[in-house]
């Protein structure tokens, strides 16, 4: 079928056109977008540093309608709103394990373009075109495996528009918090960087009862943000020392740090903050590291504890229902961070994104 797709022949560009979609293959669906959100991912795919196959359709936070059930699907129907997700092979042994954040074919089905198969659905007069995460979301229709797909439980198309991140960034944050640290009530958290994933880890130490929780950006209408979902304490880096202050507020250190700035200076930071028995977490994608940290004595020394983890940890079918039901309850106010922007306009979602004017951008199909 015919459908209209943002898509990149050349590194940094972009550009709304007529692209060809297959009907979906054996376990996959054809999803009808209803919105996408954008996430710095894709624009690092999109400027090559991650080399994904061009051309390519990228996006991969989608949400949208199934319209179309391949041979062998049984979990979904014709109707049924859903989430778009990260690929896994469900296969491997860390899919096996119920892990599949973690599985053996993360980087090829993430970023070479193709699906579970080997094979792509999108093409060009005759040029195959690769889509992004399995998803290739920024297009009209896309076609999904039905294991990286979840059904929503809302109400509206409208509704479902809000819970883009919910397959990527906000699962990211929320899911370091909740599946990872796993605070203790009433205990205390610093965030570094508030976008969109730190944004959701301040959400998520909420969620899980943190006493708490100190958000640490350079953005004052960040830090404001933040405090408006829950954070209890905002730390301006630029103008003091983060480390210092968050030692002060918590009287000797927070018991758990999450990295989520991008920024590798900060994952020491968020380790310099913690006290005895501390956990800090990097969930950011960083550049090469500037600084080499002498982990023995931070770890040894203060019986600490340093992880990383991708997509929150999460096993979408059981986390992201989960996330769907605090955002449904009120306590995932994740529309505080979001503005629409109309297909044609995505190049101004990707500017605002790049410049932070907006935290989370989603397109409207
Ligand atoms: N692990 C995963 O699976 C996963 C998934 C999605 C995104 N990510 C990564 O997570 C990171 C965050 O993503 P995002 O969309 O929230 O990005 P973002 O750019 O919106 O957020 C980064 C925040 O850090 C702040 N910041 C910059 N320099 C700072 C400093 N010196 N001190 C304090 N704060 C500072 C910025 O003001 C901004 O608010 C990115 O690196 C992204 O690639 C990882
Ligand atoms: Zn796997
Ligand atoms: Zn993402």
Request: charged residues 20%.
């Amino acid at each position: 079928m015919k459908i209209k797709a943002a898509i990149t022949h050349e590194k940094g560009t972009m550009s709304l056109e007529e692209l060809e979609l297959a009907p979906p293959q054996k376990g996959q669906v054809l999803v009808k977008m209803v919105a996408c959100g954008v996430c710095h991912t894709d624009e690092a795919g999109i400027n090559q540093l991650i080399p994904v196959a061009l051309p390519a359709v990228f996006g991969h936070e989608g949400v949208g309608v199934v319209e179309e059930l391949g041979p062998g699907v049984t979990s979904l129907k014709k109707g049924d709103r859903i989430i778009m997700t990260f690929p896994s092979c469900g296969v491997c042994d860390y899919c096996a394990e119920g892990h599949p954040y973690a599985c053996d074919n993360i980087n090829t089905l993430f970023f070479n373009g193709s699906y579970l198969d080997g094979t792509k659905r999108l093409s060009q007069n005759g040029t195959a075109v690769s889509s992004f995460f399995g998803q290739g979301a920024f297009a009209t229709y896309a076609v999904a495996d039905e294991r990286n797909v979840v059904k929503a439980d809302v109400a509206s198309d409208d509704e479902l528009a809000y819970l883009c991140s919910l397959g990527c960034g906000v699962q990211t944050g929320v899911g370091a918090v909740l599946n990872r640290l796993r605070p203790k009530k009433g205990s205390s958290i610093a965030v570094f960087g508030c976008g969109g994933v730190g944004m959701s880890a301040v959400m998520g130490a909420a969620i899980a009862g943190c006493g708490t929780i100190i958000a640490v950006d350079v953005a004052p209408s960040r830090l404001e943000t933040a405090k408006s979902l829950g954070a209890t304490h905002a730390v301006n880096g630029r103008e003091c020392d983060a480390v210092e202050e968050i030692r002060k507020i918590t009287k000797g250190g927070a018991q758990y740090s999450v990295e989520s700035s991008g920024v590798p200076a900060l994952t020491l930071q968020a380790l310099n903050s913690l006290r005895r028995n501390g956990a800090a977490i990097v969930v950011s994608v960083t550049g090469p590291a500037e600084v080499s940290i002498a982990l023995e004595p931070m770890l040894m020394n203060k019986s600490a504890t340093l992880y990383g983890l991708t997509e929150g940890g999460s096993n979408p079918p059981i986390f992201i229902p989960e996330l769907v039901k605090y955002y449904r309850e009120g306590r995932l106010p994740i529309d505080k961070l979001v503005k629409f922007y109309k297909f044609e306009d995505i190049k101004r979602a990707f500017e605002d994104s790049h410049s932070g004017a907006t935290i989370k951008p989603i397109l409207r199909f």
